[in-house]
């Protein structure tokens, strides 16, 4: 049974097998949280990605993690959908990315994930609508994870994912 938690704080320093970062199809390293990820994990991490891009939106794809803390071990690169206002497709693609990452973490027989806010930074993803989606698609997709965090950088997201995360309908 896995346990969906929500804290608050910088993705780099979580206490979990993978980190998930927020990456755009060249998997090489952006601003956001993707820069916080590639700035922690070095140089290696750019490469690695790059071998295995592009990654279209919606899907994920795990590096080793490089020089991130332990117990972190990989990286989950999961590319959003840029917001274009919430006709194109974009609530699909971002629930793709949870189901995608877990799946990729499944499959590395990892314990435990940590998730940024994806898409709700540059992308421009409307933060209420995305953490109703990342609530729902975490608790709707099978995985044999134990433990799934939602890593929140500041206090709205926080408190949009606790309320979502109490709601039982
Ligand atoms: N830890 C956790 N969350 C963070 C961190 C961090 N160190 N830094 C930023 N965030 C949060 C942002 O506050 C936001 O809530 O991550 C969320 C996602 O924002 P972005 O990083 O801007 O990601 P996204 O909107 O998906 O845009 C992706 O940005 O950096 C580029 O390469 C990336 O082009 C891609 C685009």
Known sequence: MVSIEVARGDITRENVDAIVTAANESLMGGGGVDGAVHRAAGPRLAEAGAALAPCPPGEAVATPAFNLTPPIRHVIHTV?????????GEADVLA??????????????????????????????????????????????????????????????????????????
């Open 80 to 88: 959003g959908p840029v917001w274009e206002g919430g006709g194109h």
């Open 96 to 169: 793709s990315c949870y189901r995608r990452s877990l799946q990729v973490a499944d499959d590395l027989g990892l314990t435990s994930i940590a998730f940024p806010a994806i898409a709700t930074g540059i992308y421009g993803y409307p933060p209420a609508e995305a953490a109703h989606i990342a609530i729902t698609t975490l608790r709707t997709t099978p995985t044999s994870l134990t433990l799934v965090r939602l890593v929140a950088f500041d206090e709205s997201t926080e408190s949009l994912l606790t309320t979502e995360l109490s709601r039982t309908d």
